[in-house]
């Protein structure tokens, strides 16, 4: 009887919970907002491309024409000034020249090439360039923002890369995977040997045609 009873109350207790429900919105703002300026994401971007530059410098002899992708967004170039402006938010139309006020559109802030450098990848780049490793960028960015995009790098310090692939306009993917993985093959089978791929997204790296995968930290955004 007893036992009968515990049971009940339990199930009494359970029925009066509350349901289950995903972190609050704004409190995940700030941890966002403290994350950055704490220091912490810079140390984990540091660590993950220090771990990819090793890497690389082991591989670059070992293969013949050795390549290194690397995304733009997150990875190459930081769009930080845009999220705080926006409160996390994408807009992905409108001017961008109030900043640090928002609201920001994301092709005027593409368009403008001001995005600076994510230090640890530019390290990993020249290091790259240095141990003889062809780089090319396949980024999510569509071709009209071709211009835009390699001035950017240029004036960011990515200077001598071997290719710059940007999504054609009127492409439609259920994933950036869909659209990344195939890039990666075609530039295998021009007779490069990918050694390592990196980004800030999965979809960056799903898909295969690289020996190895690098994943930056990048809690602010998701891209399927």
Known sequence: MRRLLLAAALLAL??????????????LKLALLE???????????????REAEAYVRT?????????????????ALSNWPTMPANDFGYIPNGPCDALPAGPCGASAWELSGRAEAIAPTLALFRTARASGVAVFFITGRTEDKRAATARNLSAAGYD????LVLKPQTLKVESAADYKAPEREKIEA????????????????AGGHALRSFLLPNPFYRIR
């Open 190 to 205: 021009s007779g490069y040997r990918i050694i390592a791929n990196v980004g800030d997204q999965p979809s960056d790296l």
């Open 35 to 49: 994350y950055q300026r704490s220091g912490a994401y810079a140390r984990d971007l540091a660590s993950v491309a």
């Open 59 to 75: 591989m670059a002899g070992k293969v013949a024409r050795p390549a290194l992708v690397l995304d733009i967004d997150e990875t």
């Open 160 to 163: 001598g890369w071997a290719g």
């Open 14 to 27: 359970a029925a009066c919970a509350a349901p289950s429900q995903p972190a609050n919105l704004g409190e």
